[in-house]
C-alpha cells in the first residue's frame, strides 16, 4: 500500500476521533437534507452553585439534593458538594489553591430519592456542587433557610444554580429598611472578573465599586447593593457581568419589616414574559421592569386567572424607559384567586426583564418572596425541598392549553412515588393539589413535565406557619436542562476528496 494511502487513512481517522465527522448529508445533487433528526441525550455532567445561605446567627438552614430518574442516562454516576469560602478568608482561595473540603451538609443519594441535610447559624459557606453520569441529568439542589427573627425573618429559599456570564435581577433595591447583597460564587480554577451595574428610576446608578470585582478561584464574594451606590432607590436593576470565567449569582433581599427571600436572576431580555403563581392570598405585589436596550417598551399587563386572562383595572399597560427601573404597584391583584403576570407588547416587541415581589399578611405578620420571570417548564423542571404541609404547585399556560404530569419522588425517609395528570386550559393558571408519596416520612421532590400543547410554566410555594406569620418563599420551575438535542451523525469521508 502506498505511504500516501496510509496518510490519507490516518488523517481521516484522526479527524473522525476529534471531530466524529459529524455530516448531516452526503452531496447528491438533489439539493434535498437527508439528515435524521437530532436526538435528545443526557447530559453528562451537571454543576450547580449555592450562596451562602445567611449572616443571622438565628438561621437554621435545610439543603435538599435530588436527581430524577432519566432514561438513557449512564447506570454510574456521583454528584458532591465541596465549600466555597470567602475571598476575605482564605489566602489559599486567592492564589488558586484548594483547601481541603469539609463535610458536605448533605449528600446526594441515588436518582429518584432525594437527599437533606441541615446546618444551623451564620457561618454556613456556598457550595459549589458537580455531578456525573447518572447523577448528572436534572439535578436540583435546594437551599431553604428560616430565620426567626431580625431583618430578612421567615423562610428564604433558593435553587442552586448554574454557572454563567450575565444576570439580571430586576426587584433588588437600596431603600433604607432594605438591605440587599449579590452573591458571586467561582466554581472554576482561575479567578473570575465580574461588573456590576445598578440601575434605578432615573437610569444607571453612578459607582466604581462594582467594576472589575474578582472573584477568587472555587470561593464567593458578597456585595452589600447600598454600598455600590450611594443613592436610596425603592427599585433598582442589579445586572451582572462577567468579563472573565463564570459564576453563579443570586440577591439577597432583606427587609425591615416584610422578611426577606432570594431573589433569582429573571428569564433573559424578551418581549413576552410570564411571572407564574402568585400568591392567591397576596396583600401586595409590586411588578419591577427594565429593558436594556435603547427602545422603550409598552406591554400589555394581564392576569392568567383559573377563569382566563383578565386585565386588572387601572394596569392595563405599562411604560418602560429605556435604561430605567420601573416600578408599578398592582395591590391585591389576585383577589383570592390563583394568579399569574403575563406581559406582552402593545406594538413592536422590545426586550424587557421583569420580577414581582410578593406580600402575605399585614400589619407586623407581613412576610415577601420574589417571582422573576421564568422560562417554560419545557420537557421536565423539579422542585426538590418540598413538605406534607405547605406546598402549592402554579401551572399557567399563557398561551395554548396543555397537559402537564407531575411526579412525587420517595420521601427522603421513607414512602413510595405517585403521579397525577392535569390538564391546565389557555389563557389560565392553576394550582393544583400535587401528588404526595404514600406512606411520606421526611420531604420529596416534584417532578413536572409537559406531555402536550403549548408552552407551561410553574413555580412552588413552600409555606410554613410560625405563630402567627407565615413564612413562604417561591421558586419558579424553568427546563432543568436534563437532555440536550444532539444532531445524527455517522462517518463521511467524501468530506476529504475535492
Same mark, same amino acid.
Given at each position: 500500500?502506498? /505511504?500516501?494511502?496510509?496518510?490519507?487513512?490516518?488523517?481521516?481517522?484522526?479527524?473522525?476521533?476529534?471531530?466524529?465527522?459529524?455530516?448531516?448529508?452526503? $452531496?447528491?445533487?438533489?439539493?434535498?437534507?437527508?439528515?435524521?433528526?437530532?436526538? /435528545?441525550?443526557?447530559?453528562? /455532567?451537571?454543576?450547580?452553585?449555592?450562596?451562602?445561605?445567611?449572616?443571622?446567627?438565628?438561621?437554621?438552614?435545610?439543603?435538599?439534593?435530588?436527581?430524577?430518574?432519566?432514561?438513557?442516562?449512564?447506570?454510574?454516576?456521583?454528584?458532591?458538594?465541596?465549600?466555597?469560602?470567602?475571598?476575605?478568608?482564605?489566602?489559599?482561595?486567592?492564589?488558586?489553591?484548594?483547601?481541603?473540603?469539609?463535610?458536605?451538609?448533605?449528600?446526594?443519594?441515588?436518582?429518584?430519592?432525594?437527599?437533606?441535610?441541615?446546618?444551623?447559624?451564620?457561618?454556613? $459557606?456556598?457550595?459549589?456542587?458537580?455531578?456525573?453520569? =447518572?447523577?448528572?441529568?436534572?439535578?436540583?439542589?435546594?437551599?431553604?433557610?428560616?430565620?426567626?427573627?431580625?431583618?430578612?425573618?421567615?423562610?428564604?429559599?433558593?435553587?442552586?444554580?448554574?454557572?454563567?456570564?450575565?444576570?439580571?435581577?430586576?426587584?433588588?433595591?437600596?431603600?433604607?429598611?432594605?438591605?440587599?447583597?449579590?452573591?458571586?460564587?467561582?466554581?472554576?480554577?482561575?479567578?473570575?472578573?465580574?461588573?456590576?451595574?445598578?440601575?434605578?428610576?432615573?437610569?444607571?446608578?453612578?459607582? !466604581?465599586?462594582?467594576?472589575?470585582?474578582?472573584?477568587?478561584?472555587?470561593?464567593?464574594?458578597?456585595?452589600?447593593?447600598?454600598?455600590?451606590?450611594?443613592?436610596?432607590?425603592?427599585?433598582?436593576?442589579?445586572?451582572?457581568?462577567?468579563?472573565?470565567? /463564570?459564576?453563579?449569582?443570586?440577591?439577597?433581599?432583606?427587609?425591615?419589616?416584610?422578611?426577606?427571600?432570594?431573589?433569582?436572576?429573571?428569564?433573559?431580555?424578551?418581549?413576552?414574559?410570564?411571572?407564574?403563581?402568585? $400568591?392567591?392570598?397576596?396583600?401586595?405585589?409590586?411588578?419591577?421592569?427594565? %429593558?436594556?436596550?435603547?427602545?422603550?417598551?409598552?406591554?400589555?399587563?394581564?392576569? =392568567?386567572?383559573?377563569?382566563?386572562?383578565?386585565?386588572?383595572?387601572?394596569?392595563?399597560?405599562?411604560?418602560?424607559?429605556?435604561?430605567?427601573?420601573?416600578?408599578?404597584?398592582?395591590?391585591?391583584?389576585?383577589?383570592?384567586?390563583?394568579?399569574?403576570?403575563?406581559?406582552?407588547?402593545?406594538?413592536?416587541? &422590545?426586550?424587557?426583564?421583569?420580577?414581582?415581589?410578593?406580600?402575605?399578611?399585614?400589619?407586623?405578620?407581613?412576610?415577601?418572596?420574589?417571582?422573576?420571570?421564568?422560562?417554560?417548564?419545557? =420537557?421536565?423542571? !423539579?422542585?426538590?425541598?418540598?413538605?406534607?404541609?405547605?406546598?402549592?404547585?402554579?401551572?399557567?399556560?399563557?398561551?395554548?392549553?396543555?397537559?402537564?404530569?407531575?411526579?412525587?419522588?420517595?420521601?427522603?425517609?421513607?414512602?413510595?412515588?405517585?403521579?397525577?395528570?392535569? %390538564?391546565?386550559? =389557555?389563557?389560565?393558571?392553576?394550582?393544583?393539589?400535587?401528588?404526595?408519596?404514600?406512606?411520606?416520612?421526611?420531604?420529596?421532590?416534584? !417532578?413536572?413535565?409537559?406531555?402536550?400543547?403549548?408552552?407551561?410554566?410553574?413555580?412552588?410555594?413552600?409555606?410554613?406557619?410560625?405563630?402567627?406569620?407565615?413564612?413562604?418563599?417561591?421558586?419558579?420551575?424553568?427546563?432543568?436542562?436534563?437532555? &440536550?438535542?444532539?444532531?445524527?451523525?455517522?462517518?463521511?469521508?467524501?468530506?476529504?476528496?475535492?
Amino acid at each position: 500500500m502506498k /505511504r500516501t494511502t496510509l496518510s490519507l487513512i490516518a488523517c481521516a481517522a484522526a479527524l473522525a476521533a476529534v471531530t466524529g465527522f459529524a455530516a448531516v448529508a452526503t $452531496p447528491d445533487g438533489s439539493g434535498a437534507d437527508t439528515a435524521a433528526p437530532a436526538a /435528545r441525550l443526557p447530559v453528562e /455532567r451537571t454543576s450547580l452553585l449555592c450562596p451562602a445561605p445567611s449572616t443571622s446567627d438565628l438561621a437554621e438552614t435545610q439543603y435538599t439534593s435530588f436527581t430524577p430518574v432519566t432514561k438513557g442516562a449512564d447506570e454510574k454516576g456521583e454528584a458532591g458538594l465541596t465549600t466555597a469560602p470567602r475571598g476575605d478568608e482564605s489566602g489559599d482561595a486567592k492564589d488558586g489553591k484548594k483547601e481541603k473540603a469539609a463535610k458536605p451538609p448533605v449528600e446526594p443519594k441515588e436518582p429518584g430519592t432525594p437527599a437533606t441535610g441541615t446546618t444551623s447559624g451564620s457561618g454556613t $459557606p456556598a457550595l459549589i456542587g458537580t455531578a456525573e453520569g =447518572a447523577q448528572a441529568p436534572g439535578w436540583t439542589v435546594q437551599q431553604t433557610t428560616e430565620v426567626a427573627a431580625g431583618t430578612g425573618r421567615g423562610l428564604q429559599g433558593v435553587n442552586c444554580t448554574a454557572p454563567d456570564t450575565e444576570f439580571w435581577f430586576p426587584g433588588a433595591s437600596t431603600a433604607a429598611g432594605r438591605t440587599d447583597y449579590v452573591h458571586l460564587t467561582n466554581p472554576d480554577d482561575s479567578a473570575a472578573v465580574v461588573d456590576i451595574e445598578l440601575y434605578g428610576k432615573d437610569g444607571a446608578l453612578e459607582s !466604581t465599586v462594582g467594576e472589575g470585582v474578582t472573584v477568587p478561584p472555587h470561593g464567593t464574594e458578597s456585595l452589600l447593593l447600598s454600598t455600590l451606590a450611594d443613592v436610596e432607590e425603592t427599585d433598582v436593576t442589579v445586572h451582572v457581568g462577567v468579563r472573565s470565567g /463564570r459564576v453563579g449569582a443570586a440577591v439577597q433581599a432583606l427587609d425591615d419589616k416584610t422578611g426577606g427571600d432570594w431573589l433569582t436572576a429573571a428569564a433573559d431580555p424578551a418581549g413576552d414574559l410570564v411571572l407564574p403563581g402568585i $400568591p392567591k392570598d397576596a396583600t401586595a405585589v409590586r411588578l419591577v421592569l427594565f %429593558t436594556p436596550g435603547g427602545t422603550d417598551a409598552d406591554l400589555k399587563v394581564r392576569l =392568567a386567572s383559573p377563569s382566563g386572562l383578565i386585565t386588572p383595572a387601572g394596569h392595563e399597560t405599562v411604560h418602560v424607559k429605556a435604561g430605567m427601573t420601573t416600578g408599578v404597584d398592582l395591590g391585591e391583584v389576585t383577589r383570592g384567586e390563583a394568579g399569574s403576570l403575563v406581559l406582552t407588547p402593545t406594538d413592536g416587541a &422590545v426586550p424587557v426583564v421583569a420580577a414581582v415581589r410578593v406580600v402575605r399578611g399585614k400589619g407586623g405578620e407581613q412576610e415577601s418572596a420574589f417571582i422573576p420571570a421564568t422560562e417554560p417548564v419545557g =420537557a421536565r423542571a !423539579t422542585a426538590a425541598d418540598n413538605r406534607a404541609k405547605g406546598t402549592t404547585l402554579a401551572l399557567t399556560a399563557p398561551g395554548e392549553g396543555a397537559e402537564v404530569k407531575v411526579t412525587a419522588s420517595a420521601g427522603t425517609q421513607g414512602g413510595t412515588t405517585a403521579t397525577k395528570t392535569y %390538564t391546565v386550559k =389557555a389563557g389560565t393558571t392553576q394550582n393544583v393539589e400535587a401528588p404526595v408519596p404514600a406512606g411520606l416520612k421526611g420531604g420529596y421532590a416534584l !417532578t413536572v413535565e409537559t406531555v402536550s400543547g403549548g408552552p407551561v410554566h410553574a413555580s412552588r410555594t413552600l409555606t410554613v406557619s410560625d405563630d402567627d406569620v407565615a413564612s413562604f418563599t417561591v421558586q419558579t420551575l424553568p427546563d432543568d436542562r436534563g437532555t &440536550v438535542s444532539v444532531p445524527n451523525a455517522e462517518e463521511d469521508l467524501s468530506v476529504l476528496q475535492r
